[in-house]
Structures are given as C-alpha cells and as structure tokens.
C-alpha cells in the first residue's frame, strides 16, 4: 500500500514524502495477499461509508461471514476538504504534497490492526464517493480530482502499470471464475466526469460511456455486478423534496435511462448494482427496464447510519419521516427484518454491509442477496435463481400500461402527486 504516485512525480515531491513512502511499504508488506482468479466465487461482501475517527466493530461480522471479494464502494475514508483553500496544516491541508494523506495514512495503518488483518486472505477492490473523492456532493469540477485519484489507487494497491493510473477517473472491471461460473464486476466512477447535480447532464462522461459500452458487449458471464457509488434504481429525492435530496442515478433520469437502454441493448443477462452512500440499507428491484428485474443491493454504511446522525429525541421524527415517504420500488417481503424493509434509517441506527451468495451447484443456480447488521444477521434479502435474471424469449421489458402504477415498474416519479408530495405538504400545512 505504498503511496507512490503512478505517473512521474518531481524529485522534490518525492523527497517529501519520503517518509509516507516508506510507512507504507512496511504496510504494503503486512497486509498484501493474492486470490486465484480462476477460483469459483461464491461469497462477496461490499460496504460503504466507513469513516476512520468512528468504530469499526462491523469487520468481525464481515471476517465471519468469509468473502472472497470485498467491494468498497465508496466513501472508503473521510477525506473532505472542507472547502478551506489554502491550508498548509492540520488534517485538513489542501495544498502541499501531503493534502490529504494523514487521512489515508491513519485508514492504511488501520488496514493493519488486530481486527483488519484477519481481512488479508480477502482480496479487496473498489471506487470512490464524495468524501474519499475529496469534496461532499462534488463533480468533475472539484480541482484536487487528480491528486486524490492517486491517493486512492495507492489505498487501493493497485499496480503502478494498471490503466487506472493513467486515466482520468476509477472505473474498471474485474471477471472471476472459470467459463460457465464466471463473475464480471464493473466498477463505475459516479464522481470524475459528472456534471452539476441540477444539470440533468452526464454522470459517466463520454469516455467512461464508451469503455461502459465495450463492456456490457463483451465477452459473457454468469453475472455482472455493477458497482456504483450511488443508487441506481432508487430515487427518494422524487418524493422527499423539496424538503431535502439524495444524489443517486434518479436526479440525472436522461443517464439513466441511457444506463437500462445499454444493459437491454447489449442483451446481457445476469446484470444488477450494488450501490452505497445513502447511510441505510435496502433492495431495490425494476421489472421494466431490461427483459429481466434489475435489483439494487444497497449497502450503507459500515459506520454511519442516518438515525446515528441526529439526537436521541429526533429518532421517532426520523421514523416517521421515513415511514411516510412512498417508495415504488422497494423490495418488501417476509426476508426484512422490520416492516419497513430498511436498515439504519430506522432502526438503532446500526451499521450494516451487503453479501452476494452464489450456489453454482444449485439446478438452476441459486443466488442470495441480504444487507446484515453488526452481527452478521440479514435486515432484508432476496432468494432468486439465476434463471430470473435472463431476458424474456416472450413479452415486452415493460408489461405497464400507461399511466397506470405498477408496484416496482413506475418509479417514483410517476406517481400521483398527492402521493408524490405528502411528505412536503404536511411539513408545509405544519408550520401554517
């Protein structure tokens, strides 16, 4: 996990971090391990949002559940700026040749800790989010996108020859298993090349699209996990705002109905996202965008949880908040822990990560998605075979008529607006 920068760096850079170099070479020796990517994959875990000044008891319950693949997806540590431009020192330094690195060498020596090393058989990958990106909610404007690329695929271990070291931006893919039981896991970057968020305009940018393209249309696999930093299917900000917005794929609704034309265009079967930064846990499904459901599994996050963010007495306005706002999508079944079928938003406040089981000895396959707690324990979860996951040879991608709604085939968007809207006018009717 050497810090080393993956283009040539000036002599004097160099002999200033000379020190960060060596710390972590010593860290790099400790804490690398190799996985055969031939082996049959059958658990992965994933998680999101672990920021290193909090606990982080959640790993015994990862170490237990024993993946094979662990997936961040953003927000890896808490490495914002802050919007303070020129400060030299502190942990919040944004120019120098060290801007940023205490955070990413304090989350590295973690890596290292009695509980994180038991992580070393685990082969770990991942992409960004805001806050490991360098700035809360930022785009392709952010100007610190380069330094903190390097940061990151240095975080990362990846090597110094990898196209991620000469791109601009994080997205890559990996494929595991042999013919037949082979996993494709693209991991899209959601942060480098995206436009303002009012902007309706690009999330992926035009090279990031054309490498997307080249992907999906590619050689087959059993499945394709596609890793986004933010939610794909989901869009709550249709019915919590104007009160308060998430970003997900749902506030650029031009990108991403570009993203489910492309998976039905490229007749790809197997295909769902895992997703974070939302600081709960769920599972998304649309029936109506390819031939077959695409799910969301979103996993979020390994230490921050919304109900943990606001004051004892707050957490009955959170519940009900959360309670009122209409979701289309949502998977809901006997699987979920509370009636609710979220996890952090409503309940304790617990962290919680995400897990993929694979019976490739099942006939058919069989597949096990869940968000679990700290214990380990599934919140919510879905057992579906991997026959559900295949394009229909009959009917239409969306069976919906009209203007008629359809429980996980209208999004949010298409609801009625009394329904849409309840949550801003009973807050509004309130303060009347």
């Not at 805001?130 to 990362?156: M, P, S, V, W």
């Not at 096990?368 to 879905?382: M, Q």
């Not at 009917?395 to 809207?421: F, I, M």
Request: charged share 20%; aromatic share 10%.
């Amino acid at each position: 996990m050497a810090l080393i920068y993956c283009s040539f760096t000036p002599v004097v850079v160099l002999r200033l971090l000379t020190v960060v170099i060596a710390v972590g070479a010593v860290l790099k020796a400790a804490c690398t391990t190799t996985a055969s990517d031939e082996a049959p994959v059958s658990r992965i875990a994933f998680g999101s949002c672990a920021n290193q000044s909090a606990p982080q008891p959640i790993w015994d319950a990862i170490i237990k559940f024993n993946p094979q693949v662990f997936i961040w997806l953003g927000d890896n540590i808490y490495g914002d700026i802050k919007r303070r431009p020129f400060s030299l020192f502190g942990k919040q330094r944004t120019i120098g040749p060290w801007k940023n690195v205490p955070r990413f060498l304090l989350h590295l020596s973690m890596k290292c800790s009695p509980n994180m090393s038991r992580l070393k058989p685990i082969l770990a990958i991942g992409t960004w989010d805001d806050h490991d990106y360098g700035l809360n909610d930022a785009g392709k404007e952010f100007g610190g996108k380069i330094t903190n690329q390097r940061l990151l695929l240095d975080f990362l271990d990846e090597p110094q020859d990898s196209p991620r070291c000469k791109q601009a931006g994080v997205y890559t893919s990996y494929t595991y298993g042999s013919v037949g039981r082979q996993i494709k896991v693209i991991l899209l970057d959601t942060r480098y090349h995206r436009d303002l968020l009012s902007s309706d305009g690009s999330i992926l940018g035009t090279s990031q699209w054309t490498w997307l393209e080249k992907e999906l249309k590619g050689p087959a696999s059993a499945l394709t996990i596609t890793g986004s930093s933010i939610q794909v299917i989901s869009n709550l900000s249709a019915t919590t705002g104007p009160l308060f917005y998430l970003e997900s794929w749902g506030r650029f609704p031009k990108e991403r109905s570009r993203l489910f034309q492309l998976i039905s265009d490229s007749k790809r079967d197997g295909v769902f996202f895992i997703s974070g930064d939302v600081h709960f846990g769920e599972i998304s499904r649309y029936n109506c965008a390819t031939g077959y459901p695409l799910y969301d599994i979103t996993a979020s996050g390994l230490t921050q949880a919304i109900e943990k963010a606001v004051t004892p007495p707050l957490h009955l306005i959170v519940r009900f908040v959360a309670w009122l706002t209409p979701t289309t999508i949502r998977v809901v079944g006997r699987n979920c822990r509370y009636r609710s079928c979220t996890f952090g938003m409503l309940f304790r406040g617990q962290p919680n990560f995400g897990v993929i089981e694979i019976n490739w000895d099942a006939v058919p396959v069989s597949l096990k998605f869940e968000v679990r707690d700290l214990n380990g324990l599934p919140v919510t979860g879905v057992n579906i075979s991997l026959l559900e996951l295949k394009a229909k040879t009959v009917g239409s991608k969306a069976d919906t008529k009209p203007g008629k709604h359809q429980k996980n085939c209208s999004l949010e968007v298409a609801l009625p607006w009394l329904v849409r809207y309840r949550l801003a006018i009973l807050f509004f009717c309130a303060l009347a």
